[in-house]
Structures are given as structure tokens and as C-alpha cells.
């Protein structure tokens, strides 16, 4: 059965209010990426043992850590990185969690291949480090990184095969990048996808639009997953817009529509979640 989950710090900063809307919208799982205006890497031990009671309190469990890491540029030092990686991967484990979703580094515009070897470098670190942990480590496409194509998302999974590098498949972001997520990327990645991303956009101009509004064509992943018989997870991270400003953040209302726009899809399709 599939999965719902979702970035609640999109609903609100509050942990009470994202865990409220979540709860109102039956969904018991969330992606952590920050509480209370902090990103999660940024708590201190003792806001993390907060968060963790009250999750547990609540009958809340952790998908994944939605880690910022890979989101510096690649000429910028990666020990220190690394580090941060390395505090990712032991609050997926504080907080039971398999995955800690990472990103492939911002590189300077021109050729993307003159960046590949140090790219997969760092990579190729990062998924020891997971490996020695028992840690997922989740690669998410996105504009302006390495892995911003089909083709480059699959030469990272490639170069550093191990089960412990899979892929978050996000259909909006590739359609920001011009790719059309399930004719040309999905084929090329299939395989490794273990996670996956709901969000929508318009290859016009990259706008982010409710699911199946927008050419992500999110009714053909759900029906390829449901084909493939798929039973992870499927993350909200709605980034919608209202009048004309982002608005995706401290918008419960928005990640509701989100929500209910998700719920459409698998209902047209008579998947069942949870």
C-alpha cells in the first residue's frame, strides 16, 4: 500500500500546526525539513528530542530527513559538508527513519561534464558514509545541480551503484529543467526510484500547479507505479503560489489542496493508502 507523506513545515514553522493539518488530512508521516524556522540539521539536541516526543506522542513517523545536503556549489569545501552529512544520516537513525534525501551540487553554467568526476567523488563518499550506517540516501533531480536530467540523475546511480543511493523522483522539478518526467526520464530511472516527490509544474514557465493541473504527468507515474506494484512513499512538497508571491510556506490551506488534489489522482486510479 502506498504511503502518504509530505514537507509539513510547508503548512506552517509550528510543529502543533503542521502535525494538526496532517492529522486533519489522515496522513501520519512526514518528510523532516524544518520546525519552528529552523532547518532540521540546525535543532539542537534538545529541540530534536522535542520534536521526536512529540511525534511519538501523536502517533507521527519520519519518512525521510530533508537534508539540504549537495545543495552547495561544487567548487565550495566538502569536509565540512561531509560533516553535516554525517549528522543527516544519525538523525534519520535518531528518528527511525530510512531515507536522508541529498542533492548532487550546484555547478557553474556550461559544460556539466566538466564537473562530473568531482561530482561522483563526492558522491561516491557519501554513499560509503551511508552504506556504513545503513542509511538510504535519496537523490532528488533538480534545476541547476549535476543531476538536473534523466541522464545525469542515472550517471550518478550508475557510478556509485549501491542500494544505498536510490532515486526521489520529482515530476516538477524535472519540467522546470524542460524534461518531460515520464516519457523521457522516468524509463531511464525506474529502477532505482524509491521515493517519490508530488509536485506539478508547467513547462510554459515552471510554475508549480496542484497535481495533475500542470505537465508533470503525474496521472501516468501514478498509473506506471501502480503497474509496477509501488508500496513506498508519496511525498507532498506543494510549493504553490498565491497572488503572485510563494506562499507554499505557513499555508496550511495550500498544502490541503495539495493534499486533496493527490488523493484525486489515486482515487481515479483505486489505489488505496495510508
Known sequence: MITLTGFADEISSDLEEQLDVLESEGIYHLELRSVWGKNVLKLSNEETVKVKERLDQRGFRVSSIGSPIGKIKITDAFEPHLEEAKHAIQLAKFF???????????????????????????????????????VILLHENESHIYGDTGERCLDILQANASAHLRAAFDPANFVQCKVEPITQAYPLLSEYIAYIHIKDALMENGKVVPAGEGDGQLRQLIHKLNERGYSGFLSLEPHLKAEGKWQGFDKPELFVVAAKALKQLLAEHNITWS
Not at 530510512?98 to 561516491?124: C, H, Q, T
Request: positive net charge; proline residues 5%.
Open 96 to 134: 527511525a527513519a530510512r531515507y536522508v534525501r541529498i542533492f548532487s551540487f550546484y555547478i557553474p553554467d556550461g559544460n556539466p561534464a566538466d564537473y562530473r568526476a568531482k561530482v561522483l567523488g563526492r558522491m561516491e563518499r557519501l554513499t560509503r558514509l551511508a552504506e556504513s550506517e545503513g
